[in-house]
């Protein structure tokens, strides 16, 4: 009985080192590249990066400051009378269409409009910078006439802004869009009132005629 | 050697508890393919030799007395050096299912690992991938390395009860008053 108890605990211990030891490969199967990663780490590694001792000085740079250019009194020059060009440009085809014509309705100005807060504008409507509007194609081809009333306010600085159309002939708005569009670009001299400049309304009716 | 140990710790932990169990099993494995070997090599001829040494003194005189005493004697001898094989089998049968057993829970962890952090986050994932893994080889090793010794163990116990059977029924040829034809077993 000890005789096979002696057996087992003996075996016990060589099995214990036999199980370490498979542990053991099982390790070094999986890390199989752990010990040359380990002595890649600590191969010394050469350094090439130059050092130098002393820098060497930059040599300072005079620079020359630049010459005044030398004022050549600019030569007389004879007037000579250029001919006037003969250009034989070839006729380019034009439809036969009448000019537009816009004539903003100035004597709508000065009527008193909306009963807001806002004064009216007193000033006769008369635009400091003027875009004209253009005609459009649609309506010009069509032979189309008509005016548009708008409502607009001239700001403190002669702007115009919160342009409306009021009425507009005809109603389909063939003009409403470029009327509204050409005047928001307009300036006006703003509204004084004691030396301040407000904000003021107006309202201004643009026509657009075909001169025959 | 600590190098080694803590290789092996470090590797316990990447596999995961499931390892311990699949050392615990590949030394009782060990202990007892080592003890079979003792036993065949040392502790068997021993003890072969005194039961012959006893039946070629042996003051029987009944010829089937005498057989049925020895096949008795060589039924003890058989299962003697039979012994844990079939426990050896039974561990190396663990083996692989416990590997499995740990790939199971570190896929568990897996998942666990893809529910908090999605899938942007290989490395969180890696952890489990290889305490899914590593488990399942250990295993494999461990049955591997006790598959060869058991077979061994079962074969060259058989050969040495057929083997003893044979050589303690020539003893009987001694015995006077024998007039049958001798078997074995």
């Known amino acids: ?212 | 050697m600590a190098d080694a140990l803590f290789a092996i710790s470090s590797y316990i932990d990447a596999g995961g508890n499931v390892l311990w169990a699949i050392l615990i099993v590949a030394v009782a494995l060990w202990t007892l393919i080592l003890e079979r070997y003792w036993y065949h090599w040392r502790v068997f001829p021993q003890e072969f030799a005194a039961l012959r040494a006893q039946w070629e003194n042996t003051t029987l005189t009944d010829i089937w007395l005498a057989r049925k005493i020895q096949q008795m004697d060589v039924a003890r001898l058989r299962h003697q050096l039979g012994g844990s094989v079939f426990l050896i089998r039974t561990l190396i049968a663990m083996c692989p299912l416990l590997g499995l057993l740990g790939t199971v829970v570190g896929m568990i962890q897996v998942f666990e690992v893809l529910e908090f952090s999605g899938t942007g986050n290989p490395r969180a994932i890696a952890s489990g991938v290889s305490m899914a893994t590593i488990p399942t080889m250990s295993g494999l090793v461990v049955a591997l390395s006790g598959l060869f010794f058991s077979i061994d163990l079962a074969r060259a116990s058989e050969h040495k009860a057929r083997k003893a059977a044979d050589v303690l029924s020539q003893t009987l040829a001694k015995i006077p008053g024998l007039h049958c034809h001798v078997t074995g077993r």
């Open chain 1, 1 to 212: 009985m000890t005789n096979a108890l002696v057996r087992h605990s003996t075996a016990f211990g060589c099995a214990s080192l036999v199980a370490l030891g498979l542990f053991w490969m099982m390790t070094s199967m999986v890390n199989r590249d752990a010990g040359n990663l380990n002595a890649e780490r600590q191969r010394m590694v050469m350094n090439f990066i130059r050092i130098d001792d002393v820098p060497p000085p930059i040599p300072e740079r005079k620079r020359k400051p630049p010459k005044p250019p030398e004022q050549e009194p600019l030569p007389q020059l004879e007037a000579v009378s250029t001919p006037a060009p003969q250009m034989n440009a070839p006729r380019t085809p034009q439809m036969n269409l009448s000019r537009p014509h816009f004539s903003p309705n100035l004597a709508m100005a000065g009527l008193p409009t909306m009963a807001s807060g806002m004064m009216a504008y007193s000033q006769p409507l008369t635009p400091v910078s003027q875009v004209p509007p253009m005609y459009p194609r649609r309506a010009l081809m069509d032979g189309t006439t008509g005016w548009v009333k708008l409502a607009f306010v001239i700001t403190e600085d002669g702007n115009v802004r919160d342009v409306r159309v009021i009425e507009a002939s005809p109603r389909r708005g063939i003009f409403d869009h470029e009327a509204s569009r050409a005047l928001s670009r307009w300036k006006f001299h703003p509204q004084k009132i004691d030396g301040h400049t407000v904000a003021a309304h107006a309202t201004i009716t643009i026509n657009f005629n075909l001169e025959r």
